[in-house]
């Protein structure tokens, strides 16, 4: 076996972790909840922060065209997604466009109502599901949530819409999108995808795959920041259709005409509600130029094999914790877990030492690897902590089982 040293050497991706700033010192595996900034990124918010804001103040909407960010950003995810610019738009929260996708697939779908969702998959794409429901009722949609190997048997052709994560943000057990959608698609039913935990690290190709609609966020593998926005796929297909339920300003056809009715703009731009957040667009806008030329089969690649490593690692060490992510490395995403009894202890000992991932509860340590960003030399060293933490069993102390917010 190759070590970490000449691992990286080799590593054709290597050369991108000088575009992120990482404290020195720090392993950083948590990619998948909060990418590490691009190191162009201050320069970036201090442009528009004193020369555009400062300067152009109400200008800045014209003369550096923040009205059009929006759809800039939409254009430089679709390279990311597999998809073309006039598919893609960047605006509010996935929660928030999960509601506006679900209402215009169903009608869409209409006179179908039915829903299915994989029962544990990121909550909130059931909680806008069963809010949708409490708000429409069950005349007009039924959900009906079962486990994943239950997902096939229960689209059949009664089915409107699917709704599922690409990437589940447990255990980095992945969907086949192409097929998956075609197994939607012969039953007529129309696909949501939630792209979050895969964006920026798999080669998507949502409109090769067919994918009717799908949204996700810019600030986990993306490295928008913080907050950052998320984005709404609507396939060619159906944008001359589909009929989003917000009506906000900004989605009007004509918004500076201030009419009095309503009348939603051509394309995704209808997905629009409110007036963006331009800070939070702009600093995404910025991450996302060091993703417009990536050959994202490499970066599957090196995600696989990193994530390869620490999987073996663990078991040639023979560390008390139990797999939680798939085995074989095509099934799974771009983060691995492992159960322990006191995960959320162990975590806190490893963040304190220096290798910094995240619990899922009830018992889950979760290590996202960025392959942009994380060398093999990270991984090795994760290894080395997790045993001496396991080992010498310090997250026993106290004050690690003491909850925080954020976990």
Request: aromatic letters at 8%.
């Amino acid at each position: 076996m190759k070590t970490a040293q000449e691992l990286d050497a080799l590593d054709p991706l290597g050369h991108l972790r000088g575009a992120f700033q990482v404290p020195e010192g720090m392993v950083y595996l948590d990619g998948n909840s909060l990418g590490p900034m691009p190191r162009t990124a201050p320069d970036a918010m201090s442009r528009l922060l004193h020369n555009e804001w400062g300067q152009e103040l109400i200008g800045g909407w014209n003369t550096s065209d923040w009205i059009g960010l929006p759809e800039r950003l939409g254009a430089r995810i679709a390279k990311v997604i597999g998809a073309s610019g006039r598919e893609v738009m960047a605006c509010d929260s996935i929660s928030i466009n999960l509601f506006k996708l679900l209402v215009a697939a169903l009608e869409l779908n209409a006179p179908r109502k039915k829903v299915v969702i994989e029962r544990g998959q990121f909550p909130t794409d059931g909680y806008v599901t069963h809010g949708l429901s409490n708000l429409l009722g069950e005349d007009r949609i039924s959900i009906v949530s079962v486990d994943r190997d239950d997902v096939a048997a229960a689209i059949d052709d009664e089915t409107a819409v699917v709704l599922l994560s690409h990437v589940h943000y447990v255990t980095s057990e992945k969907y086949d999108l192409a097929d998956w959608t075609e197994r939607a698609h012969a039953v007529g039913a129309l696909v949501i995808w939630d792209l979050a935990h895969s964006a920026g690290v798999e080669p998507l190709k949502v409109s090769d795959a067919k994918v009717d609609f799908a949204t996700g966020c810019t600030y986990k593998f993306l490295c928008g920041g913080p907050g950052a926005p998320s984005f709404v796929y609507v396939a060619e297909r159906w944008l001359s259709q589909a009929k989003q339920p917000i009506w906000g300003w900004m989605g009007h056809r004509s918004p500076f005409e201030f009419s009095e009715g309503y009348e939603g703009a051509n394309g995704t731009g209808q997905f629009l509600t409110g007036t963006p957040s331009i800070i939070a667009m702009a600093a995404a806008f910025e991450a996302l130029s060091l993703f417009q030329h990536l050959d994202f089969e490499a970066v599957q690649q090196k995600s696989q094999s990193l994530s390869q490593r620490l999987i073996d690692g663990v078991a040639a060490k023979k560390l008390p914790v139990q797999l939680a992510s798939p085995e074989e490395a095509s099934m799974r995403g771009s983060h691995v877990s492992f159960r322990h009894p006191d995960a959320y202890s162990v975590m806190q000992a490893l963040i304190e030492a220096g290798v910094v991932g995240d619990f899922r509860a009830p018992d889950v340590l979760r290590f996202g690897i960025h392959p942009l960003v994380n060398s093999y030399l990270d991984i090795d060293r994760c290894l080395e902590t997790l045993h001496d933490v396991l080992a010498d069993q310090r997250f026993k102390e106290p004050r690690f089982s003491i909850k925080q917010r954020v976990t």
